[in-house]
């Protein structure tokens, strides 16, 4: 049995919790946000955190558009609420893993315009099967429409950023741990994922 690599986890967790559903009326609708669906997300998060959050190993796995939906899940469950201007949020009274996640999507942002403005090699296609080829396309507009949002919000990115450096405390990334934390019931948590010495120390 071939184990599939961390990576390869969370596009196969992403991909099951974002596929439509079908009504009955046999209309498309957009995936339910049910506890299945909320379960795969949070292990698509849990292995990006076991991989310690690194871009470099993401970045050189993960499309864009997979990319985009793991740091919005991670947006989303660090408290960010959807929406939100990050330049409007102030770094310094976030808590630390709310303000860490806000970082780590920025620095995505800012080091995927870069890369993309790098000339690709395309790979020679082989024999085209219209399925395959239809995939592509649709990723390749995806990935296109996400780079137009990011470069729009590209000023945005790089003050939050530079916001980050006049930061003078430790920050917390989420844990496999902190990730469990937030999951459960609400209630149960004691406030210790919001606490400083949740998560994954990154140093100042």
Same mark, same amino acid.
């Given at each position: 049995?071939?184990?599939?690599?961390?990576?390869?986890?969370?596009?196969?967790?992403?991909?099951?919790?974002?596929?439509?559903?079908?009504?009955?009326?046999?209309?498309?609708?957009?995936?339910?946000?049910?506890?299945?669906?909320?379960?795969?997300?949070?292990?698509?998060?849990?292995?990006?955190?076991? &991989? !310690?959050?690194?871009?470099?190993?993401?970045?050189? @796995?993960?499309? /864009?558009?997979?990319?985009?939906?793991? $740091? %919005?899940?991670?947006?989303?469950?660090?408290?960010?609420?959807?929406?939100?201007?990050?330049?409007?949020?102030?770094?310094?009274?976030?808590?630390?893993?709310?303000?860490?996640?806000?970082?780590?999507?920025?620095?995505?942002?800012?080091?995927?315009?870069?890369?993309?403005?790098?000339?690709?090699?395309?790979?020679?296609?082989?024999?085209?099967?219209?399925?395959?080829?239809?995939?592509?396309?649709?990723?390749?507009?995806?990935?296109?429409?996400? &780079? !137009?949002?990011?470069?729009?919000?590209?000023?945005? @990115?790089?003050? /939050?950023?530079?916001?980050?450096?006049? $930061? %003078?405390?430790?920050?917390?990334?989420?844990?496999?741990?902190?990730?469990?934390?937030?999951?459960?019931?609400?209630?149960?948590?004691?406030?210790?994922?919001?606490?400083?010495?949740?998560?994954?120390?990154?140093?100042?």
């Amino acid at each position: 049995m071939f184990d599939p690599a961390p990576v390869q986890l969370i596009v196969q967790f992403l991909e099951q919790a974002s596929k439509p559903s079908v009504n009955e009326q046999n209309q498309v609708q957009p995936p339910p946000d049910n506890k299945r669906n909320r379960i795969l997300k949070l292990l698509a998060l849990k292995v990006a955190a076991h &991989l !310690k959050w690194d871009l470099d190993i993401l970045e050189k @796995s993960l499309s /864009v558009p997979v990319l985009n939906m793991l $740091l %919005n899940e991670l947006l989303c469950i660090s408290k960010v609420p959807p929406g939100t201007k990050h330049v409007d949020m102030d770094l310094a009274t976030l808590p630390p893993t709310t303000a860490m996640a806000v970082l780590l999507y920025n620095r995505w942002a800012i080091r995927t315009i870069v890369q993309s403005s790098f000339p690709v090699k395309q790979a020679k296609p082989g024999p085209p099967q219209l399925s395959v080829m239809n995939q592509m396309q649709q990723e390749k507009e995806l990935t296109e429409n996400i &780079l !137009k949002v990011l470069k729009e919000q590209a000023a945005d @990115s790089i003050l /939050v950023l530079e916001a980050a450096l006049k $930061l %003078n405390k430790d920050l917390y990334v989420h844990t496999m741990r902190t990730l469990d934390l937030l999951a459960m019931e609400p209630g149960m948590v004691n406030g210790e994922t919001e606490s400083s010495t949740a998560g994954l120390k990154v140093k100042t």
